[in-house]
């Protein structure tokens, strides 16, 4: 590709990417490169410009065009030789051929409120590849072998210290598990206590609707208990009989309130009196948006708490990566089962993982998330209160939904959603997560925007208005 040739049409390609807005300009130069090299108008081979000329040319800064080389060197797309500069890998032209096979997609929603994902566009690819490049380059041959099924020891220490400096938890590598995620540490949970005898669990009502599935595929049945104004109701916990409960104290998906200290305390005053168990899923605890957050309840009582979190939220779910931390008295029974269920997580990504943390990536990562999503929930308060005068919004300023309760005017709700669903916008109420059902006429809604860019927040809140 010569950068001076306008003729080119893969240099056409990339003129919009260079003409949008500066804060899209990077992914949108890389989407464009990218979509150049899968259709074939870069061609395997094709040696690409300096990165100081097609930044002038381009008229955009080098590090754009420097970060979009490394992601798609990254990526496969192209490859760098030291000394003689940047060409279109030969794997493009299988990509170009496979972009030619049209792959069906499922209908999606104009605008998706739907809670539960990132902003997976986030995904720090660059740094992530440089972290595996790094532990291919040093991990020695033994660590290739059957992991130990707690997990690698610099993953496990790099997590005990991230753990005790940013939750509060009192963390042992040794009694760390790297999980799939926090499902499989629920499971694992699951498969040990039915073990011991139990053959019952609670879970708070509301709540997520995949913690009764994982406990069932245990052989668990779950209790669902309710919450008040503070937390898990203590009364009904202790008429239910269990001995395990499942809960989200730093921030309860989906009401979003915060266990308060008194409740914590009865919590664990529980646990103690019938010999029993909190498994604390802190699924989004580091996103605090109006003050520090509050510890984990597991720093509280580490022998009445099994802790467990992940990068679902911070990093992208699809690398299923989570942790357990175990009581003293679960964690070689939990380690035994870890290791008859899968033999270990892979090694690469956990060595990966640990570089990353170890590193200071992670962290990184983390305040860049948090003022995107900080900036992101207020904005939808925001275009709540200006298309939905008399909103409320409840739940404390954290992690990447809110409750928005609509006037009674807008209602009954399942009006409401059915006029959402014909305008493509994607709600749901928060009567989906749990067995209680509004007793008045207010539309309660779960609103999720992090994975949502400010303008898509806007729009979708207009859209809303102006179908009801």
């Given at each position: 590709m010569e950068p001076?040739?306008?003729?080119?049409?893969?240099?056409?390609?990339?003129?919009?990417?260079?003409?949008?807005?500066?804060?899209?300009?990077?992914?949108?130069?890389?989407?464009s490169l990218r979509e150049a090299v899968r259709s074939g108008r870069l061609a395997a081979g094709t040696r690409l410009p300096a990165s100081r000329e097609l930044a002038a040319d381009l008229g955009v800064s080098r590090g754009l065009v420097t970060e979009a080389y490394e992601q798609l060197t990254a990526e496969g797309y192209l490859r760098s030789d030291r000394g003689s500069g940047t060409w279109v890998g030969a794997s493009a032209r299988s990509a170009a051929r496979a972009a030619d096979v049209p792959v069906p997609r499922p209908a999606e929603d104009l605008v998706s409120f739907v809670p539960g994902t990132p902003d997976l566009s986030l995904f720090p690819r660059t740094a992530w590849a440089a972290a595996h490049k790094?532990?291919?380059?040093?991990?020695?041959?033994?660590?290739?072998?059957?992991?130990?099924?707690?997990?690698?020891?610099?993953?496990?220490?790099?997590?005990?210290?991230?753990?005790?400096?940013?939750?509060?938890?009192?963390?042992?590598?040794?009694?760390?598990?790297?999980?799939?995620?926090?499902?499989q540490a629920m499971t694992l949970l699951g498969f040990v206590l039915h073990a011991a005898g139990q053959r019952t669990v609670g879970v708070e009502d509301p709540g997520s609707p995949e913690h009764p599935a994982l406990?069932?595929?245990?052989?668990?049945?779950?209790?669902?208990?309710?919450?008040?104004?503070?937390?898990?109701?203590?009364?009904?916990?202790?008429?239910?009989?269990v001995r395990t409960v499942q809960t989200t104290p730093a921030h309860h998906f989906p009401t979003g309130i915060g266990y308060s200290a008194d409740r914590r305390t009865q919590l664990l005053d529980w646990a103690r009196s019938v010999d029993g168990l909190i498994v604390e899923d802190d699924y989004d605890g580091d996103f605090r948006y109006d003050r520090a957050p509050v510890g984990a309840l597991q720093g509280l009582d580490p022998e009445r708490v099994a802790y467990t979190g992940s990068v679902s939220k911070s990093l992208a779910p699809g690398l299923r990566l989570g942790w357990l931390?175990?009581?003293?008295?679960?964690?070689?029974?939990?380690?035994?089962?870890?290791?008859?269920?899968?033999?270990?997580?892979?090694?690469?990504?956990?060595?990966?993982?640990?570089?990353?943390?170890?590193?200071?990536?992670?962290?990184?990562?983390?305040?860049?998330?948090?003022?995107?999503?900080?900036?992101?929930?207020?904005?939808?308060?925001?275009?709540?209160?200006?298309?939905f005068p008399g909103a409320e919004v409840s739940g404390i300023a954290a992690g990447l939904h809110i409750i928005a309760r609509l006037p009674e005017r807008?209602?009954?709700?399942?009006?409401?959603?059915?006029?959402?669903?014909?305008?493509?916008?994607?709600?749901?109420?928060?009567?989906?997560?749990?067995?209680?059902?509004?007793?008045?006429?207010?539309?309660?809604?779960?609103?999720?925007?992090?994975?949502?860019?400010?303008?898509?927040?806007?729009?979708?809140?207009?859209?809303?208005?102006?179908?009801?």
């Open positions: 001076s040739g306008t003729n080119s049409p893969a240099w056409e390609l990339l003129l919009p990417a260079a003409a949008a807005p500066a804060r899209s300009r990077g992914r949108m130069l890389q989407e790094s532990v291919l380059n040093t991990l020695e041959h033994h660590a290739l072998g059957y992991p130990d099924p707690r997990g690698l020891p610099q993953l496990r220490i790099a997590l005990a210290e991230l753990l005790t400096r940013r939750r509060g938890v009192v963390a042992d590598p040794e009694r760390i598990v790297v999980c799939s995620g926090v499902a406990f069932a595929a245990a052989g668990l049945r779950a209790v669902p208990l309710p919450l008040d104004d503070e937390g898990l109701a203590i009364g009904p916990l202790a008429a239910s009989g931390l175990a009581p003293e008295w679960l964690t070689d029974r939990i380690v035994a089962r870890k290791r008859t269920l899968d033999m270990g997580h892979p090694a690469l990504d956990q060595a990966a993982f640990a570089t990353f943390v170890s590193g200071g990536g992670y962290d990184r990562q983390l305040r860049r998330c948090q003022r995107l999503y900080r900036e992101r929930r207020d904005t939808l308060v925001a275009a709540l209160a200006e298309h807008y209602g009954p709700e399942s009006g409401f959603l059915r006029r959402a669903e014909r305008t493509r916008v994607a709600v749901r109420p928060l009567a989906d997560y749990g067995s209680a059902r509004p007793q008045d006429g207010a539309v309660r809604l779960v609103l999720g925007y992090a994975h949502l860019s400010p303008s898509e927040i806007v729009r979708g809140v207009r859209l809303l208005a102006a179908a009801n």
